[in-house]
Nanobody
Framework: VQLQASGGGLVQTGGTLSLSCAVSGLTFSTYCMGWFRQAPGKAREFVAGIRRTNATTYYAPSMKGRFTISRDNAKNTVYLQMNNLKPEDTGVYYC?????????????????????WGQGTLVTVSS
């Protein structure tokens, strides 16, 4: 199983970035996907999650309204569109996958839930 995240970079405050995560080695449409981030010296935190289709999505409160998660099951890819970026959004962004077997939404906010992880892509927001 491979998860390949890309799209990170350096952007100014208020700017936008679009991250992608290409997945191989599993039946993508049966997996819930999540994005997490880790800032220097801080714990990994949940950013957004999406169930098997684009109909059900989850966001951390500080990202809701600025970030949009989506997926293309035909391309085995999950995306994270990030708008109005702030310096506190700086960190390494990771995509992760877990088999969609539980209906309880809180399950998908927890990093320990996820079975597979990508290598991360660095996002730096300058002030």
């Amino acid at each position: 199983v491979q998860l390949q995240a890309s799209g990170g970079g350096l952007v100014q405050t208020g700017g936008t970035l679009s991250l992608s995560c290409a997945v191989s080695g599993l039946t993508f449409s049966t997996y819930c996907m999540g994005w997490f981030r880790q800032a220097p010296g801080k714990a990994r935190e949940f950013v957004a999650g999406i169930r098997r289709t684009n109909a059900t999505t989850y966001y951390a409160p500080s990202m809701k309204g600025r970030f949009t998660i989506s997926r293309d099951n035909a391309k085995n890819t999950v995306y994270l569109q990030m708008n109005n970026l702030k310096p506190e959004d700086t960190g390494v962004y990771y995509c992760a996958a877990v088999l969609n077997r539980i209906d309880y939404s809180g399950y998908y906010y927890d990093a320990r839930t996820y079975e597979y992880w990508g290598q991360g892509t660095l996002v730096t927001v300058s002030s």
